[in-house]
């Protein structure tokens, strides 16, 4: 899957290939609408004040879209940025974002980096479906077998193939269930993901006092791991259509597969960090305003009802609303977020 996505020059995100938008594969937030980029301004704002050279830090910035609209917030509201870091493994996409933001007056105040961030800073990490793009381990639970699935090469190309799963992967599998207080299912296939924790623990390694806010389709680990979730969460994206296929096209679609976000609340409290909020997407876009956004429409004009129709697209149980979640962890906040006062669900996790 590493090699599917990141290969040099091949890879899926690496390569030249249009990924976002009506010519890519799939459709992100910041790309729906540029409401939900100024929702997310109104929390990160709210989590600057009284932040002396605070440091935003967007990773995976996509095309610079939200980007570019955070920005234009920063300087509507006369706000002083210190430092805006982009975190972006693809070169293609590197250049789209310099594209979008390199005549912006505040663009003195943007950095690339190849890293997550300089030791003892105080700021805002933005993860807006990263997370879904890590590499994962999928395995496939017989009996008491959990077996780790891998790939081979078969006489009509790439098929699936499986081995004893190591204790890396055994261990998590048989402990999620056991901590659900529910048997081993039978013939129950799911993935498990060995890099987010340890991305998690790196990011708040070097964070003094802010948030890493999340947002990624997702589930707690009760409904990660639900018996009738029995073929996982590896999705295929391509051409704006979800498939089934993901040893089809390498390195010309979209994989990726869902956050189990129980578990990032864990890794964020091993390393002393704490749990600000868990809710989803729509409790947040609510919570920050969203409805804001149509004052000053005509109601019957067109622009209220392209907006009508965003809004419905990022709040809508059945679109974007309630699968994709948004978490908050951190250090050193003293006061409930903004984003959560709607719905804060973290006795859930």
């Known amino acids: 899957m590493h090699l599917c996505l990141y290969a040099p020059e ?10 976002m938008g009506e010519s890519g594969d799939f459709m992100t937030a910041p790309e729906i609408s540029p409401i939900f980029s100024r929702c997310v301004a109104r929390q990160v704002t709210e989590l600057l004040v009284d932040m002396k050279d605070a440091v935003i830090l967007e990773v995976g910035a996509g095309r610079g879209t939200m980007a570019r609209e955070l920005l234009d917030h920063f300087m509507r509201c006369g706000i002083e940025l210190h430092s805006y870091k982009i975190l972006e493994l693809s070169p293609a996409m590197r250049e789209i974002q310099w594209q ?12 690339w980096v190849d890293a997550i961030c300089e030791d003892n ?9 990263v997370l879904d793009s890590f590499p994962t381990n999928r395995v496939h639970i017989v009996g008491d077998n959990v077996m780790e699935l891998c790939v081979s090469l078969g006489d009509g190309g790439f098929t699936w193939g499986s081995r004893p799963a190591d204790s890396s992967l055994r261990e998590p599998a048989i402990s999620a269930f056991h901590a659900l ?8 296939t799911t993935e498990i993901n060995r890099l987010v924790a340890p991305w998690l623990e790196s990011v708040l390694a070097g964070l003094v006092r802010g948030a890493v806010l999340i947002f990624d389709y997702g589930y707690t680990r009760r409904e990660y791991f639900h018996p009738q979730r029995c073929d996982g969460t590896l999705t295929c994206f391509y051409q704006h259509h979800r498939v089934d296929t993901p040893l089809d096209r390498v390195g010309l679609q979209d994989l990726t597969s869902h956050v189990e976000f129980s578990s990032i609340a864990e890794a964020a409290r091993r390393v002393g960090a704490d749990v600000y909020g868990f809710t989803t997407q729509a409790n947040f876009l609510i919570s920050t305003g969203i409805e804001e956004s149509l004052t000053g429409f ?4 067109s622009s209220f009802v392209k907006r009508v129709n965003e809004i ?26 903004l984003g ?5 669900m973290c006795e859930s996790l």
Not at 121 to 129: I, K, R
Not at 298 to 301: A, F, I, L, N
Not at 340 to 344: H, V
């Open 10 to 19: 091949l890879g899926y995100y690496v390569s030249g290939a249009p990924k």
């Open 100 to 111: 979008q933001l390199h005549q912006h007056p505040y663009y003195p105040s943007v950095e």
């Open 121 to 129: 800073f105080s700021g805002v990490v933005l993860a807006n479906e």
């Open 181 to 188: 207080d529910m048997a081993l299912p039978n013939n129950y």
């Open 298 to 301: 005509d109601p019957g004009s």
């Open 312 to 337: 419905k697209t990022l709040t809508l149980p059945g679109e974007m609303g309630d699968i994709v979640k948004v978490m908050a962890v951190g250090r050193g906040l003293d006061k409930p977020l």
């Open 340 to 344: 959560f006062q709607n719905s804060n």
